[in-house]
């Protein structure tokens, strides 16, 4: 009980309205007075409201609904999550809509205010419609892009779901042209161009949620090709302890990161969370006694308590022109998004010997790599066995859906490969929950190589990787297949997504 005599609940998201996602008001309704009908016994209706002196939302559902009204007290955060989840779009709807699209007559986009709420389905352009349910479901399946490409024979809509992409839609060739440039002028692009690429933004709101998209459109053959990549805040999962790091990974790279000087670089292709864990690792950093400076290409995520420069090639701000201001800036800890060429890395080393501590990130399949890259880009092994201090190499595997997760006997060349002898490991079935997949989510794997002396002297006498690696591995680093062994061991990924993710990392 409150102080206004009205019950306090907290597990609004177990109730049957919310699970069933039974909408007895307007959205608009909702979300204005953040109220939400729970459930209804015996003709009477339990509301969970956040504000008990708002008697004016409790008169409204009760006219809009007929019943009377008992009401329930709740926190604003969790009204608004139960309300974006109650009026989430079921499954199917995209592919509903579009089948129902097919041979009506194409109707004109009308213009809508700047990030507009996708649960606000308050037009009654097809094209809009389309294009916002497609959306609602991107966001809902956790897909972190949505590729619409042009084909001979319509458009198709991918979206990209723990890393892989999987075919969701083709709506018909005549809405191609619409829902190109439906995008285009919610992105602030000329719709005019169809010859250049183009870049822009999408603010959109999803309940509660800000949500935006990076907007990247190409010509090609059958039209423009464009790619929304969704910056979802609420699913950053920014924090070492969060990131799924093994404890003895986690001790020692938190240990990396409180040193007043150093580089220290993370690497991994594209999409592999290297940002993420940078972000994590200043995060662990920040305090009001630290001034922490970052250069990006783009920022994505805006942080609290550290200034964050933009790349900019328009006007010739780049990673090496940023770093230099950045020096004059009496910075204590730098973080490069990407070091990408020589005079980078040169500006990122002399700053780790003139008492900073550097983050920055390598695309290289492994740890021991990223040296051997850094002297093929014309830096000396003895100034990066100066400054280097540890690098960390991570993948990201999809990980088994704990809805239908079944045990299965492995093959022996299966165990041999990621040298294990379990005579049970788990794999995904396939469910709603993960739309067949058997995965739902990502778990990351993380190669840690401390530059230790024997490998500063390995560095010194060569750079080349297989060589390093023999060194580390025979130093305690444990590799990344090693890494994913465990994984597999424990059922949270399967051996084939290791493999997957690993090969090309194959250990000495």
């Not at 005599?5 to 597990?11: E, Y």
């Not at 297989?466 to 444990?478: D, T, Y």
Request: proline content about 4%.
């Amino acid at each position: 009980m409150n102080d206004f005599g009205i019950p306090q609940v907290t597990d609004l998201l177990n109730y049957p309205f919310v699970k069933e996602k039974v909408q007895r008001i307007p959205y608009a309704l909702a979300k204005h007075k953040v109220v939400l009908p729970l459930d209804e016994v015996e003709g009477v209706l339990l509301v969970a409201i956040s504000n008990p002196l708002d008697l004016e939302a409790v008169e409204d559902v009760r006219c809009l609904t007929g019943l009377e009204v008992r009401e329930v007290c709740a926190s604003k955060l969790l009204l608004e999550e139960a309300i974006e989840k109650c009026y989430h779009q079921k499954e199917d709807v995209a592919s509903q809509l579009i089948a129902s699209l097919q041979g009506d007559p194409l109707s004109q986009p009308e213009e809508e205010e700047d990030g507009y709420d996708l649960l606000e389905q308050k037009t009654d352009s097809s094209v809009i419609r389309m294009l916002n349910v497609m959306l609602i479901e991107a966001i809902q399946q956790g897909a972190s892009d949505v590729h619409f490409e042009p084909l001979e024979t319509g458009i198709g809509v991918r979206y990209r779901i723990d890393g892989v992409l999987q075919m969701r839609h083709a709506p018909p060739k005549e809405y191609q042209s619409q829902l190109i440039t439906r995008i285009k002028v919610m992105a602030k692009l000329d719709i005019a161009e169809h010859r250049l690429p183009q870049d822009g933004r999408i603010k959109l709101k999803m309940g509660g949620r800000q949500i935006d998209f990076r907007v990247s459109t190409v010509p090609v053959a059958f039209g423009e090709r464009i790619v929304l990549r969704i910056l979802d805040k609420s699913n950053v999962l920014v924090g070492l302890n969060k990131l799924g790091m093994r404890a003895p990974t986690l001790e020692a790279f938190k240990k990396v990161i409180r040193l007043n000087e150093g580089i220290v670089l993370v690497t991994g292709p594209t999409g592999s969370g290297k940002t993420t864990t940078l972000y994590s690792a200043i995060s662990e950093i920040n305090s009001s006694e630290t001034n922490i400076m970052t250069i990006e290409d783009p920022v994505e995520y805006k942080l609290q308590g550290m200034a964050q420069i933009g790349v900019n090639a328009k006007i010739h701000l780049d990673f090496a022109t940023g770093l230099r201001h950045i020096l004059r800036q009496d910075p204590d800890v730098i973080m490069i998004g990407e070091i990408r060429d020589k005079e980078t890395a040169e500006i990122a080393i002399q700053a780790s010997l003139t008492g900073h501590l550097v983050l920055s990130t390598l695309h290289t399949n492994d740890a021991p790599s990223a040296l051997t890259r850094l002297v093929d880009m014309g830096i000396e092994p003895y100034l990066l066995s100066s400054s280097v201090v540890a690098v960390l190499a991570q993948r990201l595997v999809r990980t088994v859906c704990v809805h239908c997760k079944t045990p299965y006997e492995p093959s022996e060349r299966e165990l041999k490969e990621l040298g294990l002898t379990e005579k049970v490991l788990y794999k995904g079935a396939g469910c709603p929950h993960c739309y067949g997949l058997g995965y739902r989510g990502r778990h990351g794997i993380y190669e840690l190589m401390y530059l230790s002396s024997p490998i500063k002297r390995q560095l010194l006498r060569s750079a080349d990787a297989l060589e390093l690696q023999k060194v580390a591995l025979a130093c305690g680093m444990s590799g990344l297949r090693e890494e994913g062994a465990y994984l597999v061991k424990d059922g949270i990924t399967t051996s084939a997504e290791v493999l997957r993710v690993t090969r090309g990392c194959e250990e000495i």
